[in-house]
């Protein structure tokens, strides 16, 4: 099992620019979330799904779009990036309603110049 | 909203003492509460996680303790080595699979 990955790993862009972060997971889960790190920073949930179908708004989901394409996959665009969206980017997974371990990518690098 | 607050946001201890990191959580309906360690570059890795029907949970080194009717957990390491030094992040699942995590403690382990 690949478990959560992620693509692209790096990303530099133009402010203005868009583009969309790719998740995919393999481990039959139901839920998945999409975080945001800045430097020296926790965690910020942007979006999540709790199955597919489904999207939420987090604590931060401003300047971002979700759409879960089907029960593996969750990507996140960025319309029109700002230089405030420079961050890590983090997705994660886990079974939903089961109390158990969320599961993390590998994050991707963005930098919004 | 949801909201997971995290203390202290830096912790130094000398090897072999113990670290202490605390959180609090706002949403009652939450029920369950894990904790990761994320080194330098690294993607978060689960250490330890509490279901809301228990009380404290040992693994080991690391223990974490629940009090749900003051909506506090702890995190806590015992005889610290120098590998424990990283980025703990507590968090806070609720009823509709929402997962807020706290700002994260950096701890240092002292020669």
């Known amino acids: 099992n690949a478990g959560v990955t992620q693509t692209p790993k790096f990303q530099v862009l133009k402010t203005g620019q868009s583009m969309t972060l790719q998740c995919a997971q393999d481990?039959?889960?139901?839920?998945m979330y999409w975080y945001r790190q800045d430097p020296g920073m926790g965690l910020r949930l942007i979006y999540y799904?709790?199955?597919?179908?489904?999207?939420d708004k987090g604590e931060v989901p401003n300047g971002y779009n979700v759409s879960r394409l089907n029960k593996r996959e969750f990507s996140l665009r960025l319309e029109s990036a700002a230089p405030s969206q420079t961050s890590v980017y983090f997705c994660?997974?886990?079974?939903?309603?089961?109390?158990?371990?969320?599961?993390f990518g590998p994050g991707t690098r963005l930098t919004v110049l | 909203g949801e909201n997971v607050e995290q203390h202290p946001s830096t912790l130094s201890v000398q090897e072999g003492d113990s670290a202490v990191i605390k959180c609090t959580y706002s949403?009652?309906?939450?029920?369950?509460f894990p904790w990761y360690k994320q080194e330098l570059g690294k993607r978060p890795q689960l250490i330890i996680d509490?279901?809301?029907?228990?009380g404290e949970k040992k693994d080991q080194r690391i223990a974490v303790t629940l009090n749900k009717t003051a909506k506090h957990f702890s995190l806590h390491i015992t005889e610290t080595q120098p590998e424990d030094s990283a980025v703990y992040f507590c968090?806070?699942?609720?009823?509709?699979?929402?997962?807020?995590f706290g700002k994260g403690t950096r701890l240092h382990i002292l020669p």
């Open positions: 994660a997974s886990t079974l939903a309603g089961s109390l158990d371990e969320q599961f």
């Open positions: 481990m039959n889960h139901n839920s």
């Open positions: 799904s709790a199955s597919e179908g489904t999207t």
């Open positions: 949403d009652s309906a939450s029920n369950y």
């Open positions: 509490i279901r809301s029907n228990v």
């Open positions: 968090a806070a699942r609720s009823r509709d699979d929402k997962i807020i």
